[in-house]
């Protein structure tokens, strides 16, 4: 019987070294043909709607919803726990004592540590964001440069082919043949070199799109960090999350967006008011009601819009707006609103969500709950904060103030 063929470990890195290498590049003779133009333009017509496209542009939006929740969630539980070691600080010197207690000791130390590693974490959640936000970029300006190869191959010629050689004269014993036919050649080989020099060579399709890409690359990285990023909905919403848990009682405004930014292009993620030391500063907490001016109800799905400042129940504003052909006034102000214009708003949500935890809370002596006697039942969060320095009444840390009615 036959032994079967054994492969060694020899034969196949002989096998391996063998391999042929790859020819080296060579641009192409002839430009596209009508059928890899057509091709290609269909590519940009159709490059909105496709499936591709729209599945990685899904990811990369999941991501920066991902962020930014993940950096409102750890900052939320910082500022926790910054209020409970506030809390214990306030009673010890409520008790009269100075010394501190090993339990605040420890629990000072436990701040310390998760105070780096939230902003640690907080300033990674940043970064990986604008990344995102650059292949969000990238994608976007992907059919301009789509558009751009379409128009340099269109603009390609074919590089003339070489003429025939003439045939060469039989020489008469004078040689004024072989003068004129050395003459012909001369001026046919000047031709040719100027037919050469008149169309320009062909660049493949490769190195067309690659040169494309650099340059969109080139002009975006050319535009400032406040243009690339403060003015993306997604680092807004971002930034408006950071400081909503930093912030959850409202006393402190969120920076402007001028100010997000350095000199140099660095992210500044501290929020300072820089409110200096007037005793005579009333600073004002923002005043936001929690119910839908629409359908007068706590909100549950609140949608802002990037065109006025107003927000409403999604249920409510989408009937509204559908009710009116797909375009409306806004029912506060007079700016036209369309259904494309509306974001769920979950900085809002994570305010009406913190409202309802506050009023779970108990009420003895701890809330800054007040029953107001009109009828209005609008939930509002925020009052105004601090003149002259007075201190307020002390409450859970969150400071918020809300006008409930039971009908």
Sequence with gaps: MPRPLQSTGRTNAVGARSSPEMPPYEPPTYPMDDKGKNALRSMVDSWDNDASKRKYEMHLNHATQRLRSAVGS??????????????????????????????ELEAEKYFDELNGKVTE????????????????????????????????????RPRPEPKPKREKRRPRGDGSDDEDGDEAEAADRDDAMEDVEDVPSLTGIIET????????????????????????????????????????????????????????????????TNLGDDDDLVVERE???????????????????????????KSAIVEFINSNRGVAKCPVCSQDLRITDFFLDEVVLRKVKRAEQAARQDFNGTSDFEADDSNDDSVVVGRTKRIKKEREPSGLGTEEAFNMHDD
């Excluded at 926790?80 to 008790?95: F, H, I, N, P, Y």
């Excluded at 975006?220 to 950071?242: C, E, G, H, V």
């Excluded at 969120?254 to 997000?260: E, I, M, Q, V």
């Design 121 to 156: 974490l907080t300033n990674k959640s940043e970064e990986a964001l604008r990344k995102v936000l650059d292949y969000q970029a990238e994608s976007q300006d992907t059919k301009e440069v789509l558009r751009n190869v379409l128009q340099e191959v269109q603009k390609q």
């Design 287 to 313: 005043i936001m009601d929690l119910k839908c001016p629409l359908s007068l109800q706590v909100f549950k799905e609140p949608f802002s819009n990037h065109r006025c400042k107003h927000t409403f129940e």
């Design 209 to 272: 799109l690659k040169a494309a890409r650099k340059s969109q690359a080139e002009t975006y990285r050319s535009m400032p960090p406040y243009q690339r990023y403060a003015l993306n909905n997604d680092y807004i919403a971002f930034k408006k999350t950071l400081h909503d848990a930093l912030h959850p009682d409202g006393d402190a405004p969120l920076p402007d967006a001028s100010n997000w930014f350095d000199e140099q292009g660095h992210p500044v993620m501290t929020a300072s």
């Design 74 to 103: 750890i900052n939320d539980v910082l500022v926790d726990r910054q209020q409970t070691l506030s809390q214990m600080v306030e009673r010890r010197r409520a008790d009269g004592t100075t010394e501190k207690s090993e339990e």
